[in-house]
């Protein structure tokens, strides 16, 4: 027996490892609930945005186009910010990575109460609180699936619910601290919800290990097939395949597209303000299920269920389908990969889209290069199922266990 360099014993021929233990229930599911919350002020914080721009037009007088940029900023930070979520992560462990992002969020949302300019909100709001505030998005989605093993799917999908439920929770918020408290005092209120955050964080203690033998054989360099480099671990019940998105659902569909008011003098800013209320906050999302002409069109209610039925799986399996691809040791860094590109979707799929109509003068074709979109992410989930089950049949005709 001999001792490695981190104190466990090891022997020559059966070297001990350690294995995380995975609680499945218990205290994971308090885990699950401190992700809600923090999906739920990070999703609604992007979502309230435009409610608070006609505030912003009238506090700073600029142009619409160039305070978009905050919101813009701030959701793609908060999307695209994974590799660094994931480095901090493994070197300093998930609780910590989401008490930092609450602190400093919450930090750039109160130096935004001060911003004498658009330039300095732009960095307040949007670098800081964006690029923090992203740390905790991510470190949240990705610890649920870390206490998590064949509950994963309903914990992700429950931590998953917060993203909707902030649009409703925190625009409702946000419209009343707008009507009482005014811009400024919104941004205080807003801060302190994200220095909560920390106290979410301070729930996701880490998890415990054990010591276990190592029982990995040692495989001849010239008998090393691509499916055991790769060591992807397979599960026998595959879960469903999961589209490709660009962005976070919950954070796009709930836009409020306020660049286009145009009011021509402060009575009129100050309608237009008031017409933003929580009553239309929710019904701008949920108006279409109430047109009773739309209701008579059956293709149009088949065509809301698919979509709706099919976005969600998307949002919720995503944890998921990366712990099935990369492995459970692999999660955070393949998460942090998908969070990136979903971030790059966000940033260039609205302009890219904008072009589309511009050029053509067709909302169709916006949509059809939407579905193209989606129907390219399914093609290529399509094609990771049939390697995952190649690597698994490989590894059993060589006698091999699959993962």
Not at 228 to 238: A, F, K, S
Not at 289 to 302: A, M, Q, R, S, V
Request: with cysteine.
């Amino acid at each position: 027996m001999s001792k490695t360099k981190k104190g466990s014993l090891t022997s020559d021929e059966n070297p001990l490892q350690k294995i995380p233990i995975v609680p499945d229930g218990g205290w994971g599911w308090v885990v699950c609930i401190a992700s809600f919350y923090c999906n739920l002020i990070c999703s609604g914080l992007a979502s309230c945005f435009g409610i608070m721009l006609i505030q912003i037009l009238d506090t700073f007088q600029t142009s619409a186009t160039k305070i978009s940029l905050i919101g813009s900023i701030f959701t793609g930070l908060i999307l695209s910010c994974g590799p660094l979520a994931s480095a901090l992560m493994s070197r300093f462990g998930h609780r910590f990575v989401i008490i930092l992002g609450s602190i400093f969020g919450s930090f750039g949302l109160l130096l935004s109460v001060f911003a004498i300019n658009v330039e300095m909100l732009i960095i307040t709001f949007g670098v800081i609180g964006g690029l923090f505030t992203g740390l905790c998005f991510f470190t949240a989605n990705v610890v649920v699936g870390l206490y998590f093993s064949s509950r994963q799917a309903l914990a992700v999908s429950l931590a998953t619910t917060g993203n909707g439920a902030g649009v409703f929770v925190v625009n409702y918020i946000t419209e009343n601290l707008l009507a009482y408290y005014g811009l400024r005092g919104t941004l205080l209120m807003l801060s302190s919800l994200v220095l909560n955050m920390a106290v979410a964080g301070a729930l996701c203690r880490p998890l415990k290990y054990k010591l276990v033998e190592n029982t990995d054989k040692d495989i001849p360099l010239n008998e090393i097939s691509t499916s055991q480099q790769l060591n992807v671990p397979v599960i026998d019940n595959n879960a469903e395949t999961v589209k490709k998105t660009t962005s976070v659902n919950s954070l796009d569909e709930t836009r409020v597209s306020l660049m286009t008011v145009n009011a021509s003098d402060e009575k009129d800013k100050q309608t237009a303000t008031k017409k933003m209320s929580c009553i239309h906050s929710i019904i701008k999302n949920l108006a279409i299920f109430f047109d009773y002409e739309i209701l008579k069109n059956g293709n149009t209610l088949f065509m809301i269920a698919i979509y709706f039925l099919w976005s969600g799986f998307c949002v919720s399996l995503r944890v998921v389908y990366t712990t099935l691809i990369v492995g459970f040791e692999n999660l955070a860094s393949g998460y942090s990969l998908l969070s990136l590109f979903n971030g790059i979707g966000y940033v260039i799929g609205p302009p890219l889209f904008g072009l589309v109509y511009d050029t053509t003068g067709h909302f169709a074709d916006v949509f059809y290069g939407c579905g193209v979109a989606f129907y390219l992410g399914s093609v290529l989930s399509f094609i990771v199922n049939i390697r995952l089950k190649m690597s698994a049949r490989a590894q059993q005709n060589e006698g091999l266990p699959s993962n």
